[in-house]
């Protein structure tokens, strides 16, 4: 089951018409009967109102692109980096699994390209099929109203009735979407991703077809490579790891890293290394956040680099060691 998000457009007013005013939807949303021409007018005003940069309205499609719902970001907030998120289905299509795959695409949206760091979920309280539905969700945290009590009042003065609280965290989507799998076969294709960590190519191919490559998968999509190679029993080195740009500070490197020592553990090894270049601030900053410790230094390890590498204004002369206990 795959649906597609597609912009606004008129085109798509009769179907959506047709399915807003079924009584099973139309009474969720507590919409008053109207015609194609208020369709359309709602269309319209989304489209201004995106283009504002207010919301990200998106007609969801079916397999067949057939229009089954419609789903928002709505009330974007660039600087709280939150929104809320607004959605529905032809009664059709309840209970088929188009709720799930049309909030995995829509929540993309709103952490790998606006990157917003949470997405509120509001429903009425008189509403619960749409609270059920939202409680199927494996990465929703659940009656926030204590947390968020700002956003609580104004989504109950928005609605004029009482309302639960519901929201998508980053963190927690992240976790869901990514996944890592083992690559099989030839590593020529990864040669792009890998020189994102390590610019050297004459240095990457020397370890490209050792040890263990796998896939960094957000969803269906490549976010980065990882290539770990044994040192001993009970020590395994972190050679590389390159997110794509797409999905960089996004969290994606954090939640891997976290599934890679999972891996680790499950291999019997005792030990993680990891090292990186003394030029490397963010990176130094993120491998101790994730708990590894200094281990040692490697002067001069990229001196005979054919180029040298420069970052945020230092060049990476030292291979700085780092490792945790598993």
Request: proline residues 3%.
């Amino acid at each position: 089951m795959v649906v597609t998000l597609v912009r606004h457009d008129i085109k798509y007013a009769e179907a959506m018409h047709a399915l807003s005013s079924m009584p099973q939807v139309r009474d969720a949303l507590g919409l008053p009967a109207g015609k194609v021409e208020d369709t359309i007018n709602f269309i319209k005003r989304e489209c201004v109102d995106e283009e504002a940069g207010k919301t990200v309205p998106r007609v969801v499609l079916d397999e067949e692109g057939q229009l089954i719902g419609v789903t928002a970001l709505m009330f974007i907030d660039h600087n709280k980096k939150s929104c809320h998120i607004g959605s529905w289905l032809g009664h059709e299509f309840w209970g088929k699994g188009y709720n799930l795959q049309a909030k995995v695409a829509i929540l993309d949206i709103a952490f790998f390209e606006l990157g917003l760091k949470r997405v509120f979920a509001g429903a009425r309280k008189v509403n619960i099929r749409s609270q059920k539905a939202q409680e199927k969700l494996s990465f929703i945290r659940l009656g926030v109203e204590n947390d968020f009590p700002q956003e609580h009042s104004w989504l109950e003065i928005k609605e004029k009735q009482p309302c639960v609280l519901n929201v998508f965290e980053r963190e927690d989507f992240v976790q869901y979407r990514t996944t890592l799998k083992k690559v099989e076969g030839v590593r020529e294709d990864y040669l792009p991703q890998l020189l994102l960590a390590d610019e050297s190519e004459v240095a990457v191919r020397e370890y490209l077809n050792d040890g263990e490559l796998y896939e960094i998968k957000c969803g269906e999509q490549l976010a980065g490579v990882a290539l770990l190679l044994e040192q001993s029993d009970s020590t395994v080195e972190l050679k590389n790891i390159a997110i794509v740009p797409k999905y960089q500070g996004k969290g994606l490197g954090k939640e891997a890293l976290r599934q890679i020592t999972t891996i680790c553990q499950s291999q019997g090894y005792q030990t993680i290394i990891v090292g990186t270049a003394n030029s490397s601030i963010d990176n130094i900053a993120f491998y101790q956040k994730a708990g590894f410790r200094m281990e040692a230094i490697e002067k001069d390890f990229f001196s005979n680099y054919p180029e040298p590498i420069y970052e945020n204004g230092i060049r990476a002369l030292d291979m700085i060691f780092f490792s945790k206990a598993l």
